[in-house]
């Protein structure tokens, strides 16, 4: 048996690896020297690539530009879509033709829209394949971008009317045209058949031609005419459709009560029947003023009734060659139906609308009525007059 203090004896155990082994002792500088680290392994081949290294440069570029195209997105809904810095209502015209691109930088100058590549951009992206349309439009106070591309894409702009009332002649309904600031363009140089145009109000937009709505009204009223003309009754004592618009014209002008319209038109169909002269006061103002119409200040003189034209229904027979004004859709349904009177005469009854009769005693009974209110009239008018003068003359003397 050996002895345990022996210094040479082998000692067992864990050696400085950590593994079992024999120990292996170490003096006092090699203890204190530092330990070696190992090398970290070499990279692949592969993880070297220069196509590898492209691709995590691209993948990058990628996400950064997703990234960048994601946030301009956001910036530009929420700008097309905020309330827009225009502080009260504002008329806004789109001309024709006007591409996007021109409707935007417009709104921008007008200060509407805050951006206009914003509103290009997304408004071309909302679009697809409609697009914005010519007109005025009223642009709300405050309204998004999104808001003015929505009513510019419908079309629903700002809509402007003309009144062009019944009775008038073609060449009064000229002049109202020519005189509208909104509408564009010469008017026709040659005027269209009297009676030939529709009475009624035209709505257009701004810069609408003028010649458009004189094709309007002519389309209009020749559909009216004939719907009427093929339900009227068979036996008027009209054969053309001419002869039915030129009747009209003349119920037209003798009343603006409807209620009347069909009583009056049976007083001129019975003349017509019986081979009476029509004898109709506005016949004669044509033949004198023609189109342009008598003045207001201007009153019918005895020396009228026996002027010479075409249009003197006291001294022609029959209907006038011509309508003397555009008829409306009441007197032509009343020439087309007329009430079944055996009347012949009218007046004025000094309210507006006519007294009727049946023999020419009563009619001059109701004629020497309304005349005799025409001079009571004319006096009280004259003592009006006469009073205001006096209270002007009272107060000068008084200063």
């Known amino acids: ?133 010519a007109g005025e439009y009223e642009i709300k106070a405050h309204a998004s971008m999104q808001e003015i591309m929505e009513l510019l894409k419908s079309g629903k702009s700002i809509l402007y009317s003309v009144s062009l009332p019944e009775g008038l002649t073609v060449k009064q309904m000229f002049h109202r045209l020519a005189d509208d600031p909104v509408l564009v363009g010469d008017l026709p140089a040659e005027l269209p058949p009297e009676g030939s145009l529709k009475p009624d109000t035209y709505k257009f937009t701004r810069g609408t031609d003028r010649n458009e709505i004189v094709k309007q009204m002519t389309a209009a009223q020749k559909a009216l005419v004939q719907q009427i003309w093929e339900k009227r009754d068979p036996d008027l004592p009209v054969s053309t459709i001419e002869e039915f618009v030129t009747l009209a014209s003349i119920v037209e002008k003798e009343t603006g009560r409807a209620d009347e319209r069909p009583r009056v ?58 309508p003397i004004a555009n008829p409306g859709r009441a007197a032509l349904e009343a020439v087309a139906n007329p009430s079944r009177t055996p009347e012949l005469y009218f007046v004025a009854d000094g309210t507006g609308g006519h007294v009727f009769a049946e023999t020419l005693d009563e009619h001059n009974a109701n004629v020497r009525r309304w005349r005799k209110l025409e001079a009571e009239r004319a006096a009280e008018a004259a003592k009006a007059t006469e009073a205001a003068q006096d209270a002007v003359t009272q107060t000068g003397t008084q200063q």
């Open 1 to 133: 048996m050996s002895d345990s203090n022996d210094n040479s004896a082998v000692q067992f155990g864990r050696n400085e690896t950590g593994s079992n082994g024999p120990i292996i002792p170490k003096s006092a500088n090699e203890a204190l020297r530092p330990e070696r680290v190992p090398h970290p392994p070499k990279r692949s081949r592969k993880a070297r690539s220069q196509v590898v290294i492209f691709l995590n440069f691209v993948m990058t570029v990628v996400v950064f530009v997703a990234l960048a195209a994601a946030g301009a997105v956001y910036y530009a809904m929420h700008e097309y879509e905020k309330p827009g810095p225009l502080e009260a209502n504002k008329n806004f015209i789109v001309r024709s033709g006007a591409g996007i691109s021109e409707i935007a930088s417009n709104l921008e100058r007008n200060e509407i829209i805050t951006d206009s590549r914003v509103f290009r951009f997304v408004s071309e992206a909302y679009l697809s394949n409609d697009t914005l349309k």
């Open 265 to 322: 038109a049976s007083v001129f169909i019975n003349r017509l029947e019986k081979g009476m002269r029509l004898q109709s006061d506005p016949t004669i103002i044509y033949g004198i003023f023609g189109g342009d119409g008598k003045p207001a200040d201007r009153a019918i003189l005895r020396s009228d009734l026996d002027k010479q034209t075409p249009y003197n229904t006291y001294l022609i027979k029959g209907l006038p060659p011509t």
